[in-house]
Each structure stands twice: as structure tokens, then as C-alpha cells.
């Protein structure tokens, strides 16, 4: 982001695009490149309509070139549904980002990348990191939009194991077996702690030997106690990092659905003023601009309208009910839904549950 944030091209024009690749709104892959071409092709229209110099438009159409080549390689990967594609040929730059939330296809055309659609997008997903160990080895995971990144190994010698005849020197040593398994697992607790500090994380998974994981959990800052969501019982030195990164993300998977059914908890415990229940309510809260979390059932896609002049979402068309409006058929509302809470900065989680599936596919916990 810090890169993309201080890029600059005067008086020139730099390409940022935002391609929808969700499977839920386009199928297989094949669907999803189709859609695609679509999407190019007018956004190359619109280049081809920019009032620009003739150099200007030649350099936004090499960009165009890049992405068209690029976005069909990545239709049907799992878990992208969306790509977002920032381009300054004339500069020698590009940065191809695969996303896991959808994004209302867009492109920007400006002498400087337009991120707001990607923060949006980011602000959905949360960052978790990784802390495995042993009583004197230990590893720092990153994991982020379902990537990982080993940061930090440490290790700390500890004294060879000796058996003594004397009662008094084995309990010595023994003693000193203690201290320096304490010292390591502080040392391993402040790179922790410095981590958070430079790559702040919301969530933190510790694991280790089931005997010695609750001494170092004791060891922890309380910034760290209080962001632990899982306890791993894991081999530290031989456990390869893409087992690490599938476990990771089924972890992530199960974090995501109690945070689905802690929101639907509370939707339930504070309605009818906090909670929105059922297709209707959620989309009157969603044009009052006041979710704070939605949930919706993947995999449902439902025809609906929205009105050409406010916006208003809703399953039946006629005359809008908010402004009287027309209400423009759409080929799917649970989409729309889902793009309208993730540019209200509100929270998203898909839910697929018999509750939710009873009150019609969509909830949502209101912010007042």
C-alpha cells in the first residue's frame, strides 16, 4: 500500500482496475473469463473516449493490454474473487493483487492509482500471526489473505542433558533446565511483541508441546494474551510451512464463522432495533447506511431492482419506496448487497446456515 500510496505520474496517466472474479456471480471459469472480456472491453472504450493526447491514450492502452492478458490466467483460482490490477507501463510499473472478497468491476484513469476500492476491500480480511515453540526453538508467522510469510526463527541453546549420580546436582541442573527454557520463552514473547508493533495483527495463534504451552503463554504481554484465538499442539522444527499455512487457514475459516454466529447472536438478542432479519430489513438498513456487519448466504443469487436515482435495493420492483424512483431489474441483489456493505465499510461474513437460510439468506447487525 505504501508504494502504491506514493506513486506519482505527472502529467501522465496511470491505470487502476478492479475486476469482479467472484464464482458466486459468474460460474466456472470459463463464465468468469467471459465476464471479464466484457468488463475490458469497456473500459477500453472508455479509453478510447478519454479527451487525452494521442501519447496519453497509447500509454493507457499498453496498460489495458497488460491486464487483458493477465485477468483471464487467474479466472477460476480458489478463493480470488477479485483482482486488482495497477499499471504505469510508461513507468515500467505494474502490481496484480488477488483478492477474496469481491469488487464492483471499475476502472480509474488518473495521474495517481486510486486505492480507496482496495482499502475497502483489505478492511474486510484480518491479519493473523503464528507463534510455534519449544522449549528452545521457535518460528513468527505472518498470514494474510490466505498467504503466509515466515518472518523469525529463534533459537536458544539449552544445556546438554546429563545424568548425575548426586541428588544435589541433579536437582541443580534441573533447575537451570527451568531458567533457560524461562529466558527463551521470554526472548520469543518480546519478538512477538516487537512484531506487533512493526506488522500489527489482530489475531495470534500459538502452538507447541501441549506440556510447555501454557508456561509460555504465561510469558506473553497481555497485547498478546488478549489477541490468542487458537492453541496449536504442533512439532515446531519439523512441521514444513505450507502444513502451517493449511492449518492456518482452516483456523481462519472457523474464526470467521464464530464471528458469523456471535453477529447473529446479537441480531437476534437486539431486535427489532440493532437486528435486521430477512431480505427486506437488511436491504432498508443497508440503504440507511447503518449495518455494521452483514451476513449472507453463499451460493444464493437472486434476481432484484434498484432504484436509478437513490440506489434502494429490493427483491420486488415498481415504484421505489423510499423516492418513488424506477426500479432497474439487476441479475443479483444478494451481490449487489454484499458490494454496497463492503463500500459502508461494514463487515461481511458468508454464513451457510439452516437459522439464516429460514430468514431468507441475509441478516444484518445494525451500527445504531
Same mark, same amino acid.
Given at each position: 500500500m505504501?508504494?502504491?500510496?506514493?506513486?506519482?505520474?505527472?502529467?501522465?496517466?496511470?491505470s487502476?482496475?478492479?475486476?469482479?472474479?467472484?464464482?458466486?456471480?459468474?460460474?466456472?471459469?470459463?463464465?468468469?473469463?467471459?465476464?471479464?472480456k466484457?468488463?475490458?472491453?469497456?473500459?477500453?472504450?472508455?479509453?478510447?473516449?478519454?479527451?487525452?493526447?494521442?501519447?496519453?491514450?497509447?500509454?493507457?492502452?499498453?496498460?489495458?493490454?497488460?491486464?487483458?492478458?493477465?485477468?483471464?490466467?487467474?479466472?477460476?483460482?480458489?478463493?480470488?474473487?477479485?483482482?486488482?490490477?495497477?499499471?504505469?507501463?510508461? !513507468?515500467?510499473?505494474?502490481?496484480?493483487?488477488?483478492?477474496?472478497?469481491?469488487?464492483?468491476?471499475?476502472?480509474?484513469f488518473?495521474?495517481?492509482?486510486?486505492?480507496?476500492?482496495?482499502?475497502?476491500?483489505?478492511?474486510?480480511?484480518?491479519?493473523?500471526?503464528i507463534?510455534?515453540?519449544?522449549?528452545?526453538?521457535?518460528?513468527?508467522?505472518?498470514?494474510?489473505?490466505?498467504?503466509?510469510?515466515?518472518?523469525?526463527?529463534?533459537?536458544?541453546?539449552?544445556?546438554?542433558?546429563?545424568?548425575?549420580?548426586?541428588?544435589?546436582?541433579?536437582?541443580?541442573?534441573?533447575?537451570?533446565?527451568?531458567?533457560?527454557?524461562?529466558?527463551?520463552?521470554?526472548?520469543?514473547?518480546?519478538?512477538?511483541?516487537?512484531?506487533?508493533?512493526?506488522?500489527?495483527?489482530?489475531?495470534?495463534?500459538?502452538?507447541?508441546?501441549?506440556?510447555?504451552?501454557?508456561?509460555?503463554?504465561?510469558?506473553?504481554?497481555?497485547?498478546?494474551?488478549?489477541?490468542?484465538?487458537?492453541?496449536?499442539?504442533?512439532?515446531?522444527?519439523?512441521?514444513?510451512?505450507?502444513q502451517?499455512?493449511?492449518?492456518?487457514?482452516?483456523?481462519?475459516q472457523?474464526?470467521?464463522?464464530?464471528?458469523?454466529?456471535?453477529?447473529?447472536?446479537?441480531?437476534?438478542?437486539?431486535?427489532?432495533?440493532r437486528?435486521?432479519?430477512?431480505?427486506?430489513?437488511?436491504?432498508?438498513?443497508?440503504?440507511?447506511?447503518?449495518?455494521?456487519?452483514?451476513?449472507?448466504?453463499?451460493?444464493v443469487?437472486?434476481?432484484?431492482?434498484?432504484?436509478?436515482?437513490?440506489?434502494?435495493?429490493?427483491?420486488?420492483?415498481g415504484?421505489?419506496?423510499?423516492?418513488?424512483?424506477?426500479?432497474?431489474?439487476?441479475?443479483?441483489?444478494?451481490g449487489? !448487497?454484499?458490494?454496497?456493505?463492503?463500500?459502508?465499510? !461494514?463487515?461481511?461474513?458468508?454464513?451457510?446456515?439452516?437459522?439464516?437460510?429460514?430468514?431468507?439468506?441475509?441478516a444484518a447487525?445494525?451500527?445504531?
Amino acid at each position: 500500500m505504501a508504494e502504491l500510496e506514493s506513486f506519482h505520474a505527472p502529467e501522465q496517466r496511470v491505470s487502476s482496475y478492479y475486476l469482479d472474479m467472484d464464482p458466486q456471480h459468474w460460474g466456472n471459469a470459463r463464465g468468469i473469463r467471459i465476464a471479464i472480456k466484457d468488463a475490458l472491453e469497456k473500459h477500453r472504450e472508455r479509453i478510447e473516449q478519454l479527451d487525452v493526447g494521442h501519447d496519453l491514450r497509447q500509454a493507457l492502452l499498453r496498460d489495458w493490454d497488460m491486464v487483458h492478458e493477465l485477468a483471464p490466467t487467474v479466472a477460476g483460482e480458489r478463493s480470488t474473487r477479485s483482482l486488482a490490477c495497477f499499471v504505469a507501463s510508461g !513507468a515500467g510499473k505494474g502490481w496484480a493483487l488477488r483478492l477474496p472478497w469481491p469488487a464492483r468491476d471499475r476502472a480509474f484513469f488518473e495521474d495517481r492509482f486510486v486505492l480507496w476500492p482496495l482499502q475497502q476491500l483489505l478492511d474486510q480480511s484480518d491479519r493473523f500471526a503464528i507463534c510455534i515453540t519449544d522449549r528452545d526453538d521457535a518460528r513468527l508467522f505472518l498470514y494474510y489473505l490466505e498467504q503466509i510469510e515466515e518472518v523469525s526463527d529463534v533459537f536458544d541453546a539449552l544445556p546438554g542433558r546429563i545424568r548425575y549420580p548426586d541428588r544435589n546436582r541433579e536437582l541443580e541442573y534441573r533447575d537451570k533446565h527451568i531458567e533457560y527454557t524461562h529466558r527463551h520463552f521470554e526472548n520469543v514473547g518480546e519478538k512477538a511483541l516487537r512484531l506487533l508493533q512493526r506488522e500489527p495483527f489482530q489475531h495470534l495463534i500459538i502452538g507447541g508441546l501441549w506440556e510447555t504451552l501454557p508456561q509460555f503463554e504465561g510469558q506473553l504481554h497481555r497485547y498478546l494474551r488478549d489477541r490468542i484465538v487458537a492453541r496449536w499442539d504442533i512439532d515446531v522444527m519439523h512441521t514444513p510451512t505450507p502444513q502451517v499455512h493449511e492449518r492456518a487457514q482452516q483456523e481462519e475459516q472457523r474464526f470467521l464463522g464464530r464471528q458469523a454466529q456471535e453477529a447473529w447472536k446479537n441480531i437476534q438478542e437486539y431486535r427489532p432495533y440493532r437486528g435486521a432479519v430477512g431480505t427486506e430489513e437488511t436491504l432498508s438498513a443497508l440503504w440507511q447506511r447503518r449495518v455494521d456487519t452483514l451476513l449472507t448466504e453463499p451460493g444464493v443469487a437472486r434476481s432484484g431492482f434498484r432504484c436509478s436515482a437513490c440506489s434502494r435495493l429490493r427483491l420486488i420492483g415498481g415504484s421505489c419506496v423510499e423516492c418513488g424512483g424506477n426500479m432497474v431489474e439487476i441479475a443479483d441483489v444478494d451481490g449487489e !448487497a454484499v458490494h454496497d456493505a463492503i463500500e459502508q465499510s !461494514a463487515h461481511v461474513r458468508y454464513w451457510k446456515d439452516p437459522a439464516l437460510n429460514e430468514a431468507g439468506s441475509l441478516a444484518a447487525f445494525r451500527r445504531y
